[in-house]
């Protein structure tokens, strides 16, 4: 992997593990397009690292607060969101990692994510704050987050839906979404770490220069996309991501039927 292969897959990763469009369908593209055969579950878990650290910086006092107080009700919200998820990663097993190699879907699941932004921004604001959240909110949101283990499902844009249909204010159902972020991405990190240890054939030194690129080009980017993603919901303008997901789907469509 090149240099600059590296920052752009960083700079892929911290946009799209935060904005609305799906990180796994955007880097599963981006590998095709370079052409990348070798294992990355390397340089996949420093970028994931690289991700975790900007919602821990913005969502700090929350994460200080559970760390403080860990026995009280949005712990337990935030393991019963992440429960679905889990038992996904479970009962899916070695599949998953055929599942994020194949671009099959991505047409299909890069419109489905646009229908549901679409659908959020139609919706209401609604009035649960914080302490209005349910445990049925929490679980139904859960699910939608197992289910956008697909690639080309968006994570955030699926739960954030999900959390505005339930009747969250659209600051209350991100800020949720993103503090249920932090244990998909560890888990997501403890799975790739697994897979290495699993492999039957070594890991392919990427190089520390790469890894280090790839790491701050995530980060840095994963800030800006935090910052926009807030800034659009309170706007409610998801759906200028939902126009480029319908896009991006016709020309796979297109890539698809012509090669």
Same mark, same amino acid.
């Given at each position: 992997m090149?240099?600059l292969e590296?920052?752009i &897959? =960083?700079?892929?990763q911290g946009?799209t593990?935060?904005? /609305?469009?799906s990180s796994?369908?955007h ?6 397009f370079?052409?990348i055969?070798?294992?990355t ?5 420093v970028?994931?690292?690289g991700?975790? $650290? /900007?919602v821990l +910086?913005v ?6 607060? &559970? $760390?403080?107080?860990?026995f009280?009700?949005?712990t337990?919200?935030i $393991?019963?969101?992440t429960?679905?998820?889990?038992? @996904? ?7 998953i990692?055929a599942i994020?190699?194949? /671009?099959?879907f991505l047409?299909?699941?890069f419109?489905i994510? @646009? ?12 009035r649960?704050r ?7 909110? @929490? ?13 080309g ?8 839906t +999900? ?5 969250l ?6 800020r949720y ?6 244990? @998909?991405?560890?888990?997501g990190l +403890?799975?790739?770490?697994? =897979?290495?240890v699993r492999?039957d054939?070594?890991?392919?030194a ?13 980060m840095l980017?994963g800030? $800006?996309a935090?910052? &926009? &993603?807030?800034?659009?919901i309170?706007?409610?303008n998801l759906?200028?991501f939902s ?8 020309v796979?469509?297109v890539?698809?039927?012509?090669f």
């Amino acid at each position: 992997m090149s240099i600059l292969e590296a920052i752009i &897959l =960083g700079i892929v990763q911290g946009l799209t593990e935060f904005l /609305p469009v799906s990180s796994s369908g955007h880097l599963i593209m981006m590998k095709a397009f370079f052409g990348i055969e070798e294992s990355t579950l390397l340089f996949s878990i420093v970028v994931h690292l690289g991700t975790l $650290i /900007p919602v821990l +910086v913005v969502y700090r006092k929350e994460v200080f607060a &559970l $760390i403080r107080q860990p026995f009280q009700r949005y712990t337990y919200l935030i $393991i019963l969101g992440t429960l679905p998820a889990v038992v @996904a990663a479970l009962l899916l097993g070695d599949n998953i990692e055929a599942i994020f190699n194949n /671009p099959t879907f991505l047409p299909i699941t890069f419109l489905i994510t @646009a229908l549901l932004l679409i659908y959020a921004d139609s919706r209401p604001e609604g009035r649960k704050r914080k302490k209005d959240i349910t445990y049925k909110d @929490a679980l139904l949101i859960g699910c939608m987050q197992a289910v956008a283990i697909l690639p080309g499902l968006s994570r955030s844009g699926s739960t954030i839906t +999900v959390g505005i249909t339930r009747g969250l204010n659209r600051d209350t159902a991100a800020r949720y979404s993103f503090m249920l972020s932090i244990p @998909a991405i560890l888990g997501g990190l +403890v799975l790739e770490v697994a =897979g290495i240890v699993r492999s039957d054939t070594p890991e392919i030194a990427i190089g520390a220069l790469p890894l280090f690129v790839g790491f701050v080009s995530a980060m840095l980017t994963g800030f $800006i996309a935090i910052s &926009l &993603l807030l800034e659009l919901i309170k706007r409610r303008n998801l759906r200028v991501f939902s126009y480029y997901l319908i896009a991006l789907s016709a020309v796979l469509i297109v890539i698809n039927i012509i090669f």
